[in-house]
């Protein structure tokens, strides 16, 4: 069975022999290197056409920068082998990951396979617990996933039948967790899932990656992505009932650290719990005790007004659309607490208690004024559809043509 192996690249020149010779040098060699350049301006792309020369099992396609979603949906259709597997470009595998994870899927007969992983922070390396051979049907999988059990949200780390994939994309709107929106769905299409204990993949800690320097935008993002997978599977299995309160406990906790380890008081954060049903958690009352002195102590740091906003604010919060202006948001909110002087001018001086009484009345009036949430805007990397693409076997040099997609 040809294995796809499908690498996004942007900017990532220092890791890239390392990812790359991982991906070459497996035991298990019918397999091809599906590489998408994502606009890198560094030497990304030379590496990567080097690779193209020297190994045929290698092909390079670049394009102008248009985000990871969109850059993972080119490596999918350009794919051509039975399996798929993403490995991105500062990371990497062990020799024998193709191998072993080939022979797990075909040996128990399953439609998807998940192995462990290696967190490298530089040359120190964190391992979490494996998980052991186990093997679900999708409905168990899928509560594994939701309850943050065994299985992960991450699309790398998973050999899949690339069936699976069959009219499932990455959503290219989204600013981060895009996956989470996603690789359950692959999940839901499968009829066996299972996992093996080996640690293949070795996942990069980077500083300036998403993982390490979150904004409370993005963590609200991660709150709407579980809110998706919510909606998307309730309307999939109307019969099933999925508990996503780990899911939500979790992502306030990312909230709560995100607003103690890098929000400023003067950036006007704001904090919105999940509506948690603690009996469903295990450990409830230390778990509970452990969220509520995190928020204590970011009220500490920032004030008691990160709770503190109007009605509208609070609803777009507890459902954050996936084009959340976090900037825009804060102003309007910002907007209907605080009464604006700035237009008073010298001839004003004389009715100046009328204008201070009219301000605290529309003041009140805001307070139940519904506005809507900001409509979408285009994301200034992104590119038009008709986008240009260097074809195979290309080299640097090549007229970039528009590609119909």
Known sequence: MLVSILVPVYNTAPYLDRCMDSLLNQTYS???????????????????????????????????????????????????????????????????????????????????????FVMDFGPV????????????????????????????NYPWGKLYKKELFDGITFPENMKGFEDTCTIFKTIANANRVGTIPERFYHYEQRMGSLTNCMSLATVYGMRRAYQYQEEYL????PNEKFSFDQAQYNTDMVLI???IVF?????????????????????????????????????????????????????????????????????????????DFEKITPEDVAQIHGL???????????DGQQTEPEKSQPDKNQT???????????????VIEPENE
């Not at 080097?50 to 099992?57: L, N, T």
């Not at 979490?128 to 943050?148: I, M, S, Y």
Request: charged share 30%.
């Open 263 to 339: 929000s400023r008081r003067k950036d006007d954060p704001k904090f919105v719990g999940a509506n948690i049903d603690w009996s469903k958690l295990n450990f409830s009352p230390v778990m509970k005790a452990a969220y509520e002195a995190w928020l204590k102590l970011a009220e500490l740091k920032l004030g008691d007004s990160i709770v503190d906003m109007d009605e509208n604010t609070r609803q777009i919060l507890e459902n954050p659309p996936a084009d959340l202006d976090w900037n825009k948001l804060i102003d309007e909110a910002a907007r209907k607490i605080k009464p």
């Open 30 to 116: 019918n397999l091809e290197v599906v590489v998408i350049n994502d606009g890198s301006t560094d030497n990304s792309l030379e590496k990567l056409l080097a690779y193209q020369e020297k190994d045929e099992r290698v092909h390079v396609f670049s394009y102008a920068n248009s985000g990871i979603s969109k850059t993972r949906n080119r490596a999918l259709r350009k794919a051509n082998g039975d399996l798929i597997l993403f490995v991105d470009s500062d990371d990497y595998i062990e020799p024998d990951m193709v191998e072993v994870m080939v022979n797990a899927l075909k040996e128990r007969d399953l439609d998807l396979v998940q192995c462990n």
């Open 356 to 366: 201070a009484s009219a301000a605290e009345s529309r003041l009140h009036s805001f």
């Open 125 to 152: 390396p964190f391992f979490r617990r494996p998980t052991g051979n186990k093997t679900f049907t999708n409905l168990e999988a899928l509560h594994a996933l939701v309850g943050e059990k065994y299985l992960n």
């Open 234 to 237: 309730k309307k999939r299995f």
């Open 257 to 259: 650290y995100t607003l």
């Open 384 to 398: 038009a559809q008709n986008e240009p693409d260097t074809l195979e076997k290309t080299d640097l040099q090549t």
